[in-house]
């Protein structure tokens, strides 16, 4: 028996769609939230996300709303808007929540202006609540699917991350608990950026050789961001950190990989907040900010924030990254 009967879901977009689905699929009443009554409408009357999930039907019992009121009447809120949304959709939730509901951040990314992790930020905006945080290699395309996914969910009070994973977990979608929220969200907010440059070096026709060592000097450069800001070790080896690295890095059904494909192609800067979310995008700043304070280097990252920015070229980035000292192999 589960101490959270009924998820509320905060974000209809394609990732707060596939998790409604999956907690229905585990068994619990479900509530769909959006800020958009208009898109509220469209899902009730079609059964599907047309907007953000399309072809996949929205599970027969999950309630869809556009009123606040009736999410915050959930036992445990799955907050799915971008990083950027996080604070207001959290603020205007504060008031309404029963005291010590989680809600659990399921953003990738790190508050620009702020340097907050998404725990933080819920924190912060929703004090009465306990912040979680889910985060793993899990796109929602597969998960709406019910295809075979393992994520991670964290809370500093391990009771909560185990009782939120017995409510969300089934057959298909399997969640670890543990309780280091900062490891976890340190690996879905820096995994994106990281992305951005395999997607780059793709785009470019670099090769699997050049992706691989991308991608390993990548895990290289989070987790020594991780273990400064307090992660622990085997959670950045884990599904939040290498594993949802290796999903991100392997092709273009992400979409932080496919922006950096479309750059390292040819294609110039999409405008910002234009075209299909990629976090990475928001993070790539904040991110190589925040290891510049802790006084760690991280050359992919700020490579992809500079080429993002429009301060160096691709050539000239590629160039940079080829051409640093040699070094000893040391983490
Ligand atoms: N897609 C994926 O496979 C995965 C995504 N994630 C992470 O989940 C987060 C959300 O991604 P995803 O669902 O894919 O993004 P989408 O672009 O598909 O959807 C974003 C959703 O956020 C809502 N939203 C945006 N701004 C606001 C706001 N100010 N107030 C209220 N709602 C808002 C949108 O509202 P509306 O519907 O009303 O337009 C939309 O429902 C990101 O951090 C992403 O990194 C994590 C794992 C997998
Ligand atoms: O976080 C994700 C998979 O775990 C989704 O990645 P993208 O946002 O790059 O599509």
């Known amino acids: 028996m589960t101490c959270y009967s009924a998820i509320g879901v905060a974000g209809a977009g394609a990732w707060g769609t596939a998790l409604a689905n ?15 009554p208009d898109h509220a409408q469209d899902m009730i009357r079609t059964r599907e996300n047309k907007m953000f999930l399309p072809g996949v039907p929205i599970a ?26 996080l604070r207001e959709v959290s603020a205007n939730l504060a008031a309404r929540l029963r005291p010590g509901t989680p809600l659990v951040a399921c953003a990738k990314g790190i508050e620009r202006g702020t340097d907050r992790f998404v725990t933080e930020i819920v924190a912060e905006a929703a004090p009465s609540a306990i912040p979680a945080i889910l985060s793993g290699p899990s796109f929602a395309t597969d998960v709406a699917a019910g295809l075979p996914t393992a994520v991670t969910v964290a809370s500093v009070d391990e009771a909560v991350a185990a009782g939120l994973a017995e409510a969300m977990g089934s057959a298909s ?4 608990h543990s309780t280091d929220v900062r490891g976890v969200e340190i690996g879905g907010a820096a995994k994106n950026v990281l992305a951005i440059a395999v997607g780059i070096a793709h785009g470019r026709k670099f090769g ?26 085997e959670t950045l080896a884990g599904l939040s950190g290498l594993g949802d690295l290796i999903l991100t ?38 991110l190589v900010g925040m290891a510049a304070k802790a006084g760690i280097e991280m ?33």
């Open 22 to 36: 999956a907690a229905a699929r585990a068994g619990r009443r479900v509530v769909l939230w959006t800020v958009f």
């Open 60 to 85: 027969p019992d999950i309630e869809i709303t556009a009123d606040l009121a009736v999410l915050a009447e959930t036992s445990a809120i799955l907050m799915v808007v971008p990083t950027g949304a």
């Open 173 to 176: 979608f399997r969640l670890y």
């Open 208 to 233: 699997a050789s050049a992706a691989a060592a991308l991608t390993t000097r990548g895990f290289a450069e989070l987790r020594r961001f991780g273990l400064a800001y307090g992660a622990r070790p």
């Open 249 to 286: 890095c392997g092709g273009p059904q992400s979409r932080n990989f496919s922006l950096g494909f479309r750059l390292g192609s040819g294609e110039p800067l999409p405008a910002p907040g234009s075209g299909p979310l990629a976090e990475g995008f928001f993070t790539a700043p904040v």
């Open 299 to 331: 050359p992919i990252a700020a490579a992809v924030d500079a080429v993002l920015a429009g301060r160096l070229g691709l050539d000239e980035a590629i160039t940079g990254l080829l051409t640093r000292p040699q070094k000893a192999e040391i983490g």
